[in-house]
């Protein structure tokens, strides 16, 4: 990563710490959320600049949560996108603002004005990465760091997703297989979690 980005993530890792809501939680689904990114770059297409957008936005996809816990990912999206980020220009923080607002309930849409007002490649860029984002969001669904690794198998029609460790009952899986859908949709590929073991 490049001195200006990785000097924007510590700024923005110091912001949501102001916020005192599950920071753990947060770094841990951008770290989730990077390994996910950098074993599916046959199937994203995406670069280095868009990783940096996927990790600011995960690490920040949460800070609306103390302030309107049912709609805390559009506050996020306001906080976000009303920061002062020091060497962040205006079409990366919406970019970032829009990824972590797609991180849960309603996938981006024609009408929600902030996403169509994008260019053509912003809007899938934002749709591929918040599809990432959901995914890791769920894989830390109890927020207690129990899926420590996560590693990606491509085939034409399937992503398989192995956890370690891996139980098929866990909260985490479950919110994992229930966030998957914007995946599924832009990628064009059925989802599935499994261990080590069951490869």
């Known amino acids: ?24 939680h947060m770094r841990q689904v951008s770290i989730l959320a990077l390994m996910i990114f950098d074993d599916l770059r046959p199937l994203h297409g995406l670069d280095e600049h868009d990783r940096f ?12 949560f103390l302030y309107d816990e ?7 999206f306001d906080l976000i996108r009303k920061a002062d ?6 079409l990366d923080q919406m970019l970032i603002a829009l990824i972590a607002r797609y991180h849960r309930k309603s996938p981006p849409k024609k ?5 169509n007002a994008l260019e053509e490649k912003d809007k899938g860029r934002v749709k591929k990465l918040a599809a990432l984002l959901r995914i890791a969001d769920g ?11 996560v590693q990606c198998q491509l085939t034409e029609s399937t992503v398989v997703f192995v956890l370690e460790p891996f139980e098929e009952k866990s909260p985490e899986v479950q919110a994992g297989l229930k966030k998957s859908a914007l995946f599924m949709e832009v990628f064009n ?5 499994c261990g080590v073991a069951h490869l």
């Not at 049912?70 to 996020?76: A, D, F, G, L």
Request: glycine share 4%; proline share 1%; charged share 25%.
């Open 1 to 24: 990563m490049g001195i200006a980005r990785k000097k924007i993530i510590e700024i923005m890792n110091r912001w949501m710490e102001t916020f005192k809501w599950a920071p753990d």
């Open 53 to 64: 957008l996927l990790q600011a936005a995960a690490i920040s996809h949460d800070v609306g």
């Open 70 to 76: 049912e709609n805390h990912h559009k506050v996020s």
């Open 85 to 90: 980020f020091s060497g962040l220009n205006e």
């Open 111 to 115: 009408k929600h004005k902030f996403f």
């Open 139 to 149: 894989l830390d669904r109890t927020h207690t760091n129990f899926v420590k690794k």
């Open 189 to 193: 590929r059925h989802v599935v979690f």
